[in-house]
């Protein structure tokens, strides 16, 4: 059963920084493209960032590149995301994912408020 557990939100004040992670167990972590995604409140779910199963090729939405990293530790069974440079509109909970399978974990909240 694919599991996912994220931590490391919080509330941080505009231009402040998180590093989120996601902690997975259930399937073969190491051979999967893994993904970032976020809702706010009233707002559709929205992709992130997405990094594949070696960790050398990533992808970011437009509104945080530049600012996000998304990393992985095959070896760890976990996904991170550095958040820089953080935003009001950076607010939401913060959920990370593994096509195909349909589970997703409880997610983090990222409060951004100064």
């Known amino acids: 059963q694919v599991q996912l557990v994220e931590s490391g939100g919080g509330l941080v004040q505009p231009g402040g920084s998180l590093r989120l992670s996601c902690a997975t167990s259930?399937?073969?972590?190491?051979?999967?493209?893994m993904n970032w995604y976020r809702q706010a409140p009233g707002k559709e779910r929205e992709s992130v960032a997405t990094?594949?199963?070696?960790?050398?090729?990533?992808n970011y939405a437009d509104f945080v590149k530049g600012r996000f990293t998304i990393s992985r530790d095959n070896a760890k069974n976990t996904v991170y995301l550095q958040m820089n440079d953080l935003k009001p509109e950076d607010t939401a909970v913060y959920y990370c994912?593994?096509?195909?399978?349909?589970?997703w974990g409880q997610g983090t909240q990222v409060t951004v408020s100064s």
């Open positions: 990094i594949n199963p070696a960790g050398v090729t990533t």
């Open positions: 259930g399937f073969t972590f190491r051979s999967y493209t």
């Open positions: 994912k593994v096509q195909p399978f349909p589970s």
